[in-house]
């Protein structure tokens, strides 16, 4: 879930209206939003300002909002303002409309190349005419882009915004595919002009940037947009260029985004050009932009899309547990921007904006009338049919299991699901290559590279951690190991498995030994060789001492293994005295 940060007293201003602190997080839960924290930040102010010295600073108080994942529309301060001014009916619900100007559309279309097919094959783009900028409305601009860039357009990879003062370039544009080094540009607030490998070098350590090149750095072609004098506009997804860039001062903004979905950059486009429309001196209106394809087929955009949808009124009171009329129900979604009316007894016209590409199915608005009814105002009633509810065999005999071996004078640990190669490897005394470990793909840190294969390296960790604790260190944890199987339907499959450790000056083989025929007995598994019960052979591990290691066979299958744990696994983990492990499956007992 995004958090976004709007500064308090502007978002008052905006809203017409103060509240206190808990009035407005009151205000959030009945939008179905919450207020998550209440911070301040340093703001640097000067004369001009009202300040009474020259330079100084003040505290700003910021709101952070928690959004819901697919309410791009409420991801800025404007889109916040208008979502809950309609919502108290303090304004009508926004009209968006695209102006076509034939003569202007065809001085300001975008050609697509066929080349832009190898690597990013989707533009779109609209302008926003005679819009008024000041500098908190320009933060805001540059901040809803870069919460989109993280949200929808998945770090860039899916989408790239590119934003251009119009009156500095000229139509008509290109986007283009060319050969890394014939792409030359100052890039954004950079004085010299660079070949895009150059480009590249110089932002591979940008704090931020660096994270973007990856998406087309290995390609033999890199996209970028021209104008029609051969300026380059940007470089997608990496950076956009400096003669173009937008400033206090600019009028016209020309927006484009480059995608490789072409559905998410029309929900990008329609989301930015929605918020920030109401700066246009024509207010909500966007000004429509040609995309000539290589086929030579013509779309236009934004799409700035409404569409009817049908609801049963029935139904929706049904999913929500209330009984609203008709026309309630229509004032409640008119509240949440969805604007209806009633076309019978049983159903609803609903109008969906073009800010609300959240509603795909009827239970979005189904939850948008719980929202807006309240769900504190939702009368709790017994369901109407009774069912019995069943803890899961192996959870039940997990939590049996846990109890028991606790009486016996261990401790439990919960350890990390994930865990680093070597330790399910090498310090183990194995290959990785023999470990049918399940890799992460992009793992974050070395500590969290695979999902365990065994429970044993997580109880060792945690007794290294505590090994200055007096002696003796008896833990134990029943969990899930994750294995890699090719006859599973994921590839892998989950195996809940108990594991002892016990630690003492001497190895106390005969501790876990002991444990083992505890839960043998509780399980009522008898130690008999003829293949009805358990017992145990002898076995090479190279985790354990030779010849202090043993299998365990549950009616002829191996279950798992017990013994003394060899000196350089100990070592491995830090740890200096010896130590006793079992582990078995006990899956194989329900």
Avoid: W
């Avoid at 951690?465 to 599973?488: H, M, Y």
């Avoid at 365990?552 to 070592?571: A, D, E, K, W």
């Amino acid at each position: 879930m995004p958090t976004i940060g709007v500064k308090r007293d502007l978002l008052f201003k905006a809203l017409g209206k103060t509240y206190t602190d808990d009035e407005f997080s009151h205000v959030c839960f009945e939008y179905g939003l919450e207020l998550d924290e209440v911070t301040t930040e340093k703001q640097m102010i000067s004369k001009e300002q009202g300040a009474d010295q020259s330079v100084g600073a003040s505290e700003e108080v910021l709101y952070r909002i928690d959004i819901p994942a697919n309410r791009y529309d409420l991801l800025c301060l404007e889109g916040l303002v208008q979502g809950l001014s309609v919502f108290q009916n303090r304004i009508p619900i926004p009209k968006f409309f695209k102006s076509v100007k034939l003569n202007i559309v065809e001085e300001t279309k975008i050609t697509v190349m066929p080349d832009t097919a190898l690597i990013r094959p989707f533009v779109v783009a609209a302008i926003l005419r005679n819009v008024t900028f000041d500098a908190d409305r320009y933060a805001h601009f540059i901040d809803l882009q870069d919460k989109l860039h993280h949200n929808i357009c998945r770090k860039r990879s899916l989408v790239a915004i590119g934003t251009h003062d119009l009156d500095t370039i000229k139509g008509p544009f290109i986007y283009d595919a060319k050969h890394p080094e014939d792409i030359k540009f100052k890039p954004l607030n950079h004085d010299a002009e660079l070949s895009a490998p150059q480009v590249m070098q110089l932002y591979s350590t940008h704090a931020q940037l660096k994270a973007f090149l990856p998406i087309i750095q290995d390609s033999p072609v890199y996209p970028v947009i021209y104008d029609s004098n051969g300026v380059v506009l940007s470089l997608p997804p990496i950076i956009n260029g400096h003669h173009s860039r937008i400033t206090l001062n600019t009028k016209n903004v020309f927006i484009e985004c480059t995608a490789t979905d072409l559905t998410k950059a029309r929900v990008v486009l329609d989301t930015i050009v929605c918020m920030f429309s109401q700066y246009c001196s024509e207010q909500f209106s966007v000004e429509a932009v040609k995309v000539v394809q290589s086929d030579g087929s013509e779309s236009v955009f934004p799409d700035l899309a409404y569409r009817l949808e049908t609801i049963n009124v029935q139904k929706a009171n049904a999913y929500i547990g209330t009984s609203l009329s008709p026309e309630n129900m229509a004032n409640l979604l008119s509240k949440m921007c969805l604007e209806s009316t009633v076309k019978n007894s049983t159903e609803l016209s609903v109008c969906v904006p073009p800010t609300r590409h959240d509603v795909i199915h009827a239970c979005d608005i189904y939850e948008d009338v719980a929202i807006a009814y309240g769900y504190n105002n939702i009368i709790k009633t017994l369901p109407r049919t009774n069912t019995i509810a069943q803890q899961l065999p192996i959870n039940k005999l997990s939590d049996q299991l846990r109890e028991e071996v606790a009486q016996a004078g261990f401790t439990e640990a919960l350890t990390f699901a994930l865990c680093s190669r070597d330790d399910i490897s090498s310090k183990l005394g194995r290959s990785i290559d023999e470990v049918p470990a399940v890799h992460i793909s992009n793992p974050k840190t070395l500590e969290f590279q695979a999902a365990r294969t065994t429970l044993l390296p997580g109880l060792l960790k945690t007794l290294s951690a505590n090994k200055r604790l007096p002696l003796p260190l008896k833990l134990f944890e029943i969990s899930d190991v994750v294995l890699r199987d090719s006859n599973a339907e994921t590839g892998a499959r989950n195996e809940r498995r108990l594991c002892a450790l016990n630690c003492n000056k001497t190895p106390g083989f005969e501790i876990v030994h002991g444990l083992l025929d505890r839960v043998m007995q509780l399980l009522e598994v008898p130690f008999v060789k003829d293949g009805s019960g358990y017992t145990l052979q002898p076995v090479d591990d190279p985790a354990f001492f030779p010849q202090r290691c043993a299998e365990v066979v549950y009616q002829g299958t191996s279950i798992g293994r017990m013994g003394v744990l060899h000196p350089s696994v100990l070592n491995s983990f830090d740890l200096a005295n010896p130590c006793s492990a079992v582990e078995i499956n006990i899956e194989p007992f329900l």
